[in-house]
């Protein structure tokens, strides 16, 4: 069974960083990219970025370019999101999920993806 667990939220100030990990397992993690999306409350699910296990592209919202990560430890079935420079706007439950990795031309579509972790909160104070 594919399984996904985000861990590393929590809360912190304005300007201050936290690194989120997303854990594999239950399927072939190098056939698959990982994206990491965020739902903040009243709003909409949105994209933050992704990492192809295949080749290691990675993709990044706008709203994210020069301040957030992404990073996957293959051998660990792990990908990582260090978040630097954190903003209120932020604040979000944040979701990791698998999409195939010949697939990544969409990685901005949610529907795409076929498994999903449960999330983690991540709330940056003013």
């Known amino acids: 069974e594919a399984q996904l667990v985000e861990s590393g939220g929590g809360l912190v100030q304005a300007g201050g960083s936290l690194r989120l990990s997303c854990a594999a397992s239950?399927?072939?993690?190098?056939?698959?990219?990982i994206g990491w999306f965020r739902q903040a409350p009243g709003k909409e699910r949105e994209e933050v970025s992704c990492i192809s296990n295949a080749d290691s592209s990675t993709y990044y919202a706008d709203s994210v370019k020069g301040r957030f990560t992404i990073s996957s430890d293959n051998a660990q079935n792990t990908v990582y999101l260090q978040m630097n420079s954190l903003k209120p706007d932020d604040t979000a439950v944040y979701y990791c999920?698998?999409?195939?990795?010949?697939?990544?031309?969409?990685?901005?579509?949610?529907?795409?993806?076929?498994?999903w972790g449960q999330g983690t909160q991540v709330t940056v104070s003013s």
């Open positions: 999920a698998a999409i195939p990795a010949w697939t990544t031309y969409i990685w901005h579509n949610d529907a795409a993806y076929d498994y």
């Open positions: 239950g399927f072939t993690f190098a056939d698959y990219a």
